[in-house]
């Protein structure tokens, strides 16, 4: 690479080994640790003086943050204006139920409809500082558009192995992004072996969640935009539906960060984080509540929210440790219920939301009745995608 240290912005140090804490270089391309064969975490020289005015000309993207982002040279980020996206209070539905503060992050409105726009636009940037010429990737759907929009921008050749059972919507901007679509009988686990084959000589990059470090930095911008656009408060809970996890881990990352840089005064409390799931696939549900050691051998089934349909995710223990240290929960939903949330948003503030988020609506909604929320409490709900692409999954379903 071709890096001076003078157009250096990035403060990024080393990674390391999630499991054993071993470091790595961040100048060559990595994937797991090799010493536990699990995800690596980028870290940052975050002890020197950093100060948030830094923040008041900069651009309302997620590219605000880079000095905290691992990208060494601002000429290889690729970007489609993703990031900065609007907090949203649900006035309606917070006097429906009686709620002082509801709040939803829409992260439908990034580039490509969902928040896997940031961590691909990480990974895509830094796959173009390592000189990379293609990408592959195994997904559910949202990551495999993401990754075959931001490599057209890059410039590079992308494979996307999806589920047959895919909503067209999803294949489709695959395609027209130029994209290679290979289509496998069964979930993302399925497409993740049918991935290695087809990539048996390494020629492509895995951008796989989690084994590619990367991604997870893009997801964490998440956790910097809502404390600042809380002001540098927090909110008391955040509900978030967690698939392979990186969104749950890359927020609570951002705030251990945000901690560590002084940006947030130790007085304010970090959020409960509450990681939602589908019923038909919630394997950490049943190992948070001992019904299982771990995920390892856990079915799934298909879900009408496609990014939940993940059911043997390699970063599981990295959740079940955010969910334990900030006094948070997991709790799946039904697909009935989804559309029942779905629905909802839809009629009370105007929000057509992906089934994951709907979904995030209703843990809400199950665990204030159980008094695990209460209703004085700020919560910040995250809708991660928008609901245009799943359509196939929900239209028929009624009369008009
Ligand atoms: C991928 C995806 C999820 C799951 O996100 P993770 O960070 O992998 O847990 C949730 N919602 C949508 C819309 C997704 O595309
Ligand atoms: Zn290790």
Sequence with gaps: MDITLVDRLSRIDHLTCSNCGSTYSPFQQHTLSSCCHLPLAAQYELQHSLSKSILAKREASMWRYRELLPVLSEKNVVSLGEGFTPILELQNLARQYNLSNLLLKDEGQNPTGSFKARGLSMAI????????????????????VAMAAYCAK??????????RHTPEAFKEECYWYGAEVVLVDGLINDCAARAKEINADGKLLDVSTLKEPYRLEGKKTMGYEIAEQFNWQLPDVILYPAGGGTGLIGIWKAFKELQALGWLDEHVKLPRMIA????????????????????QQYVGKPTIANGLAVPRPIGEQMMLQVIQESGGTAISISEEEMLEGLRELGKSEGLFVAPEGAAVWMAARKLIATGAITKSENILLLNTGSGQKYMANITGMHNY
């Design 276 to 295: 939602v799931q589908a019923a038909n696939c919630q394997p950490l549900v049943e190992t948070y509540f001992g019904r299982q050691q771990n995920a």
């Design 125 to 144: 940037s830094k796959a173009k500082e390592f000189g990379t010429e293609g990408c592959i990737v195994p997904t559910a759907g949202n990551a495999g």
């Design 154 to 163: 890059a410039g590079m050749k992308a494979v996307v192995v999806m589920p």
